[in-house]
């Protein structure tokens, strides 16, 4: 059948029909065309897809919208120093204070089983909240300070044996060191557990050469050296009391005395059982204490000044002072002394008044009972017994420099 006899509405059917599909396949061929031949300058498209971002070889990458009116999140301000000054960090120091408490009976013995509540500090009469509390035996550090000067070979024999009796009753964990002085301080034994060395350090000590008892240089420097030592610190100073020509007045020692810390002194008389016999037969001036005085009675009151000082040294650092007469009371002293320090109370507290001036502080220790009056302690038979609280009666507070 020819073309020409189709029908006319049957050709321009099939016009139309291969029209549309040349329309349609046309793209593909002109892409192809155009990339085969000169290049288009026109750039790729780059629009963010629907998806939130742009297209990559494995489709399009998501990319969170941001939503509309959305503000940026507030950083807290950060204060700067003014221009020019370098910064600095601002810190507080609570002062502490610690306290080491011995509550002894009349003849001595340490009281044990007392509680945190039963103790109450004051500090200048204001009650202090105490924040730390324990009963303790620990090794000692302590110095054996003694009066090495030939004056009187009773005082001298005396002041032996209470050197030996109180190296004797030492523990191999002790650290113990031994300075003798008489116109000067001069170290014999320096700190050591070894009680050998002690031992014969003392034996060394036979011949004195001067008569001066420069007590209060002595004492001075001593404090000086075992101030840089931490912790709790002994003194057992062996002496008449009695100072020649110390440098130092008694007022300067004082002062060094009650700003100690942790720093206790005990002292022991020598000399006690001659002093005696010699007031009771008026022989008084034969045994002369300075060195300038020799009438009776200012020897004599020359020797009670040197047992008052004896006493206030101890005092003031929460130690005690003892007068042998004999030296079969040597053992007990020592013995007494050694439980004291062995077995104590020891107390802290943040004191209210938290200027750090540089003032010195009162301490005062009482025992309480649980509805604030005296502390009644008794025996094993329940008959009540007299104590005594041994502590410092003060402080220094720590001095800030403007």
Sequence with gaps: MSVNSLPHALLRSA??????????ASPMGMAQTQSSGQSSSKPPDQSVPAAGGPQGDTGSIAVPKKKENEKPPERTPRLKNPEGMP?????????????????????????????????????????????????????????????????N???LNDMMSAAYTFTASLKPEDYIAVVSYDMKPEIV??????????????????????????????????????ENIEGRKYIVLISTGCDSFSKLTYD?????????????????????????????HGLTGYLPCTGANFSEAAVRMDFL???????????????????????????????????????????A?????????????KLKIELVDD???????????GKPIKYQIVAREGYKAKQVVE
């Design 371 to 381: 509805k604030g009056g005296p502390l009644r302690v008794v025996n094993e038979k």
């Design 349 to 361: 507290y943040h004191p209210s008044n938290t200027k750090q001036d540089g003032s010195y502080r």
């Design 15 to 24: 016009l139309i029909s291969l029209l549309t599909f040349t329309l349609v």
């Design 305 to 347: 000044q040197a047992d008052n000082q004896m006493n206030t040294f101890a005092r003031m650092t929460g130690g005690k002072a003892y007068f042998p007469r004999f030296q079969g009371e040597m053992p007990g002293i020592f013995s007494d002394i050694a439980q004291t320090i062995r077995n104590q109370y020891t107390i």
């Design 87 to 151: 910064d600095y960090s601002l810190s507080v120091n609570v002062p502490l204070v610690n306290v080491d408490v011995s509550v002894l009976t009349r003849d001595g013995q340490f009281i044990p089983g007392l509680k945190k509540e039963n103790f109450r500090v004051l500090e200048d009469g204001a009650p202090q909240a105490i924040t730390g509390f324990n009963q303790s035996e620990a090794p000692i550090t302590a110095v054996l300070l003694l009066e090495f000067a030939s004056t």
């Design 189 to 226: 034994v320096d700190f050591t557990q070894d009680k050998r060395q002690v031992a014969a350090g003392l034996n060394s000590l036979r011949m004195p050469g001067f008569r001066e008892t420069n007590l209060f240089d002595a004492l001075f420097d001593t404090i000086d050296r075992v």
């Design 252 to 280: 300067k020692i004082l002062a060094k005395v009650k700003n100690t810390k942790e720093t206790t002194i005990y002292t022991v008389g020598t000399g006690q059982a001659l002093r005696l016999y010699a007031e009771s």
């Design 153 to 155: 070979y009773s005082f």
